[in-house]
C-alpha cells in the first residue's frame, strides 16, 4: 500500500491559481470516482473541501475545484488568499475496502 | 450535529498496547452505510489510514499493520475502539477517528480533534 504521490509543496501569490497533482494506481484513484481533498492548518483536524472527485462540501469556497484523468486526480485552487496556505491532502478508495492518502503538498502563499 | 472525540493515553511504553477510544454523537453506527474510519499522523508527516469498522460489524485493516490492529464498536455507547499492539516509537502519531459513508461517497465527512500519543520509554 503505497502512498499516493503528491508534490511536496507548491507556491503561489495572492489572486493566482495553483493546481496539486494526485498520482495513484489502477487500484485506486484509477478505478473509482472516489477522490477527496483534505485541508490542514498546522495543529488542526483536516477539513473536506473535495469528494467524489468534483464535488465541494456546503460552505466549502467555489475557489477549490478538483478534476480528474486516468490515475491522476487534481486540485486547483483559485484567486489563491492567504488563509489558502495550509497542507493539503489527496484521498482514494481502493481496492480491498481500503483508503489511500497521498503524502501532502505544502501550500505557500508569496 | 456531528462530533467525535478520540481519548486515550498520551504516553505509551514500547512493546505496550494502545487502545484509543473513539465517542461520537449525532449519528448511529447502526445506520446502514456508515462507518468509522482511524487515521493516524506521525509529527510532520502525512496522513496514514489504518482500520474501519462498518455499521455492519466488517472490519478492514492496513495491510502493513493487519497483525497489530484490533478494531471493535459499542453501538450502545456510541463508541469505536482501536487497539494496537506491539508499540514502537515509530507509531509516536495524532491518532485521528472519522465518520464515512460506505455506500456512497467513501470520504470522511466529520473528524475527532485527534489524540497525540507518544512512544517512549
Known amino acids: 500500500q503505497s502512498a499516493l504521490t503528491q508534490p511536496a509543496s507548491v507556491s503561489g501569490s495572492p489572486g493566482q491559481s495553483i493546481t496539486i497533482s494526485c498520482t495513484g494506481t489502477?487500484?485506486?484513484?484509477?478505478?473509482?470516482?472516489?477522490v477527496s481533498w483534505y485541508q490542514q492548518h498546522p495543529g488542526k483536524a483536516p477539513k473536506l473541501i473535495i469528494y467524489?472527485?468534483?464535488k465541494r462540501p456546503s460552505g466549502v469556497s467555489n475557489r477549490f475545484s478538483g478534476s480528474k484523468s486516468g490515475n491522476t486526480a487534481s486540485l486547483t485552487i483559485s484567486g489563491l488568499l492567504a488563509e489558502d496556505e495550509a497542507d493539503y491532502y489527496c484521498?482514494?478508495?481502493?481496492?480491498?475496502?481500503?483508503?489511500?492518502f497521498g503524502g501532502g503538498t505544502k501550500v505557500t502563499v508569496l | 450535529q456531528v462530533t467525535l472525540r478520540e481519548s486515550g493515553p498520551a504516553l505509551v511504553k514500547p512493546t505496550q498496547t494502545l487502545t484509543l477510544t473513539c465517542t461520537f454523537s449525532?449519528?448511529?453506527?447502526?445506520?446502514?452505510?456508515?462507518?468509522v474510519t482511524w487515521i493516524r499522523q506521525p509529527p510532520g508527516k502525512a496522513l496514514e489510514w489504518l482500520a474501519r469498522?462498518?455499521?455492519?460489524?466488517?472490519?478492514y485493516f492496513r495491510t502493513s499493520l493487519k497483525t497489530r490492529l484490533t478494531i471493535s464498536k459499542d453501538t450502545s455507547k456510541n463508541q469505536v475502539v482501536l487497539t494496537v499492539t506491539n508499540m514502537d516509537p515509530v507509531d509516536t502519531a495524532t491518532y485521528f477517528c472519522?465518520?464515512?459513508?460506505?455506500?456512497?461517497?467513501?470520504?470522511?465527512?466529520?473528524w475527532g480533534q485527534g489524540a497525540q500519543v507518544t512512544v517512549s520509554s
Open positions: 472519522a465518520r464515512s459513508k460506505v455506500t456512497t461517497g467513501y470520504y470522511f465527512d466529520y
Open positions: 449525532g449519528f448511529s453506527l447502526s445506520t446502514p452505510g456508515l462507518c
Open positions: 469498522i462498518d455499521w455492519d460489524d466488517n472490519k
Open positions: 489502477s487500484s485506486d484513484v484509477g478505478s473509482y470516482n472516489l
Open positions: 467524489e472527485v468534483t
Open positions: 484521498c482514494s478508495y481502493a481496492i480491498s475496502g481500503i483508503w489511500m
